[in-house]
């Protein structure tokens, strides 16, 4: 079965950006010049999704409204003749189908994919955290979909960490199957570097099967009364075969302020809009340094 929608959770507090997030939800601070759901938005669509669904917080409508047409605001570029601008906000309407499903509370990744169980419904589906931004040629989605086409399961982005990193990710036990392909027979949360089983991190990016939904309607609650989506799997894994992609590209975290900035400055760098003026205010600090 095709995977025709994907969820983005943006529900969270964002408590490393505060005061920032006070008002903004995370997923709508900007990289370069676009919101970070906006990276996941994109990438999911080029992959070949064609619905897109983002688990929003329960009072928040900046993220609706940021894919929702603008008449006015093109009214004003246009006047203006700020054809640039305008082809920019008038893509975000035509990029496909965006919509939103509210969570309640935020209790954790588990429980923001539990929320968008009713819009996806009894298929497969896949999974895009905004705060990790992949750079690749070949979008990391649409790379996840040619290892699950081929061997009908969910399947988890894969990415390598140092061993002083294994405590901040899942990490997992894999099984080497060939062409950056891994069964999974365990899944680990953040494990001290002592007890990690690789260093084989799972990173934002999951194609799931609609039985992850059951796993996540019995996980247990864990730290901070949250349904961890880690613990989900680990379920999962005693029902069915999950696999995991080592994929090809460059990860961004954004997670965190430092992480975002960085993020900012590497995208921005590879623009042709920005990167060259960049480059030469950088080297105009590091003289000064």
């Keep these: 079965m095709e995977i025709r929608k994907a969820v983005i959770p943006a529900a969270g507090w964002g408590m490393r950006f505060l005061p920032s997030t006070k008002a903004v939800p995370k997923a ?25 669904i983002v688990v929003t917080p329960s009072a928040r409508s900046a993220i609706e409204g940021h894919f929702d047409p603008s008449p006015e605001l093109e009214r004003a570029l246009q006047q203006k003749g700020e054809e640039r601008l305008l082809g920019k ?13 509210r969570q309640k509370e935020p209790l954790g990744l588990g429980d923001a994919v539990l929320t968008a169980r009713e819009m996806v419904g009894d298929e497969p589906f896949a999974v895009l955290l905004p705060d990790d931004i992949f750079d690749a040629d070949i979008p990391l989605l649409q790379q996840m ?37 891994f069964q999974v027979l365990d899944v680990v949360e953040k494990p001290n570097a002592e007890d990690a089983p690789s260093d084989l991190a799972i990173m934002g990016r999951y194609i799931l099967t609609p039985e992850v939904f059951e796993t996540l309607q019995v996980t ?4 901070g009364g949250e349904v961890q989506l880690t613990d989900g799997l680990a379920l999962l894994l005693g029902q069915q075969a999950v696999y995991g992609y ?18 900012s400055l590497a995208l921005a760098l590879k623009s042709p809009e920005t990167g060259a003026e960049l480059r030469e205010y950088l080297k105009s600090l590091a003289a000064e340094l």
């Design 220 to 223: 247990p609650r864990g730290k």
């Design 28 to 52: 709508m601070l900007p990289v370069v010049d676009k919101p970070l759901v906006q990276y996941a938005v994109e990438e999911a669509f080029a992959s070949g999704i064609e619905q897109v």
């Design 145 to 181: 979909l040619q290892v699950y086409r081929r061997h009908k399961g969910s399947v988890l982005a894969l990415w390598r960490v140092s061993k002083e990193n294994t405590r901040r990710y899942g990490i997992v036990t894999p099984k080497p199957l060939g062409d950056r392909v």
């Design 246 to 263: 080592e994929f090809e590209g460059i990860y961004h975290d954004a997670g965190t302020p430092l992480s975002l900035l960085k993020a």
């Design 89 to 101: 906000v008038r893509r975000l309407a035509d990029l496909g189908d965006v919509c939103c499903v």
